[in-house]
DNA sequence: CTTGCCTCTGACGTCAACGTCAGGTTCTAG
DNA sequence: CTAGAACCTGACGTTGACGTCAGAGGCAAG
């Protein structure tokens, strides 16, 4: 087995290992240009430390709910700060889906809670209490 | 053409367009023993003022990232107030995946929030900066 | 009665982000 | 040198919430 801690590079399984994410994932994620691999003379690939960073970010705009062709497209303003005019509405636009999205997702929690209140006061109570609040 | 505002029931096209879903949903929706209608003579769906809200409903959970089949199982809950002890614990577990899908997602906009001033700032100064923040 | 819109029931198509399997190659420990 | 783990490239399978199309029937207006 070869160190790894000092390795400057790593193969795929390891950088699944090290980020949680599938092998097939990576792989993917390459098919996608998300993520680029140079490849040793047998054709494996070989990912530098800051692979691991990448996918982190790669997986964070996923939790964001950005699609992979979003992400490619959005991808080197992040890492290389070249940020177009355009590439700086699209981040905004996205921003504010993601605002929406959690405002959203508030909502229902809200729901969900006022829910759950009636449906336990019903149990101690024993009565069977009807709609609790609308929209 | 029938007055529709001060009838009681409504065919599937108008729900839809009091709803903002598609008919195409509706129809789903009734196939996962989300909806219910009641038949006319030649088979036709008849949704009573009731539904508008319900589809709501089911919209607000879909938004929540629940599934048709959680949603079913839920919904009797929720509308009923019928819960049992099982419910209301998965009632409570699904707020929980709400809850940190919001946090999740906050995390994901405060990134998106630092890569947006970062590139800003790299526009202003016209310079080529590198990353910003890590995790 | 006919025209035209609405509705019906299947049933196949879609899309994204992978999972999984097959068949073959490469790397590494012993 | 050799076994076995890890890796490779296709390529098909999966899942959920519908979209879409085909062919047939229902309903109100003129």
Redesign the interface.
Known sequence: MAVAALEEEMRIGELAARTGVSVRALRYYEEQSLLGAERGPGGQRHYPEGAV?RV??IQ??Y???LSSRTIVELLP???????T?A??KR??A??ER??Q??A??????D???S??T???G??LTGA?????A??
Do not use: K, Y
């Open positions: 960073g982190r970010l964070q705009l939790a964001a709910g303003c992040v890492v290389d700060g070249q940020a005019p590439l700086l981040l905004a996205e921003r993601v605002d999205r959690i959203e997702l508030a909502q229902a929690r729901r969900l809670d829910v759950i009636a449906a336990t019903s149990m069977s209490c009807r709609r609790a609308d929209t």
